[in-house]
């Protein structure tokens, strides 16, 4: 992940607002660690701190078209920009960057091509023929993104609030899925699937057509010339991102310049369940496997540094991101730059224990409905920030476009049954390979109970948590 700061129309053009830019800009270094540029026409800004991923050597932003009339910077991965750039071809591109389909698309297109882009995105595009300027936020809103208005009558952006919360008199989140168009003066919704209407669906569970999606979504998330991993609790869902991951590696570019053998990752409180379920589906798989320990002293010190990163008062995130911000930074310590996390599932699935109470399907698809929409609050927010905090991504499969809808497009009554749930997700998504009698089945939490990173602070640590964010 990387760092975008923009500030447009703000009547000031002094070499004093670029550096106050520049400062700004600045406190979202920690997302993009190996470079920073700003660019600047007139009295609009747009300043990039760049997390190298795709294309290290030529991918510096902010990006721009083939005569610099159009400037964009990103925060994301764009998964089919090979596809997208064979649909430009009378386009130069100037890097390697999967960002940079991005100008050539819009100059193409105009303002609708945003729905063409597959991955997680939040971008600001300047066109600097009428300094008009659109920005946009992936489907779920996996990527950050916040939108502020200044006294001046500027508007800002920026991949955290703390780029905007001096500068602004109002700021807010960036709704996810949404469009932002300085010519409409306004938000307009890009992403429209079909769930969204909440309408009961009807299709036949079909596992080899949910395994399909769910292997597609996870081998798109192989694009990489840097090393990562795989995060492995050693629960279902974190098991069967691995799983498939390992299966894949070998015909990867990454393997060739990395390696076949997977890197995974556990964290943990010393005998904690998730440890011991990590370690036995690492061994199943034969991945390097890394275990990192801490006590619930050090969850509490670090308590102060991941309200600071993640922007949340929410207690149950802070508890959750506190595990996984400790784990990142001992994660990018080994040279990896990249992670495949597991988040996502237990929204689309129905996966947490309240759903068993759910008195109907109608209301059981609703609730998932409401939870997937929510997730940029909670579990995505926790994941991008709590390892972008270390300059570390985190890309999550469960939470692809194409996933989604093919999940959600399921008979919900074929995910309330608690049996054939852990089928849906196991059995489907694997196949023969993830039945019960194979030991990667026995190793995962399949009884209800979830042990995971949310537990691993204990009361002790909970309650301290609440005085801390009493007396803050």
Known sequence: MCGILAVLGCSD????????????????????????????????????????????????????????????TVNGEIYNHEELRSRLPNHKF???????VIAHLYEEFGEDFVDMLDGIFAFVLLDTRDNSFIAARDAIGVTPLYI????????WISSEMKGLND?????????????????????????????????????????????????DAVIKRLMTDVPFGVLLSGGLDSSLVASITARHLAGTKAAKQWGTQLHSFCVGLEGSP????????????????????????????????????????????IRAATPMFLMSRKIKSLGVKMVISGEGSDEIFGGYLYFHKAPNK???HQETCRKIKALHQYDCLRANKATS??????????????????????????KMVTQKKEEL??????????????????????TGKKNSLVMELDIAGLMALKIMLLNM
């Open 13 to 72: 053009d002094t070499q004093a607002k670029r550096f106050r830019v520049l400062e700004l800009s600045r406190r979202l270094k920690h997302r993009g660690p190996d470079w920073s540029g700003l660019y600047q026409h007139g009295d609009c800004y747009l300043a990039h701190q760049r997390l190298a991923i795709i294309d290290p050597a030529s991918g510096d932003q902010p990006l721009f078209n083939e005569d610099k009339s159009v400037v964009v």
């Open 94 to 100: 100037r890097t390697g960057s999967d960002c940079d």
């Open 148 to 155: 502020g208005w200044g006294l001046d009558g500027s508007i």
């Open 167 to 215: 500068d602004c008199e109002h700021f807010e989140v960036f709704p996810p899925g949404h469009l932002y168009s300085s010519k409409q003066g306004g938000f307009r919704r890009w992403y429209n699937p079909p769930w969204f209407s909440e309408a009961v669906p009807s299709t036949p569970y079909d596992p080899l057509v949910l395994r399909k999606a769910f292997e």
């Open 274 to 317: 998730d440890l011991k379920a990590g370690r036995e589906v690492a061994d199943y798989l034969g991945t390097v496997h890394h275990e990192f320990h801490f006590t619930v002293q050090d969850g509490i010190d670090a308590i102060e540094d991941v309200i600071f990163h993640i922007e949340t008062y929410d207690v149950t995130t």
């Open 362 to 364: 109608e209301e059981f």
């Open 389 to 414: 905090a270390w300059g570390l991504e985190a890309r999550v499969p469960f939470l692809d476009k194409a996933f989604i809808n093919t999940a959600m497009a399921i008979d919900p009554e074929a």
């Open 425 to 446: 997700k196991s059995g489907c998504l694997e196949g023969p390979l993830m039945m019960r009698s194979n030991p990667i089945c026995q190793s995962i939490s399949c």
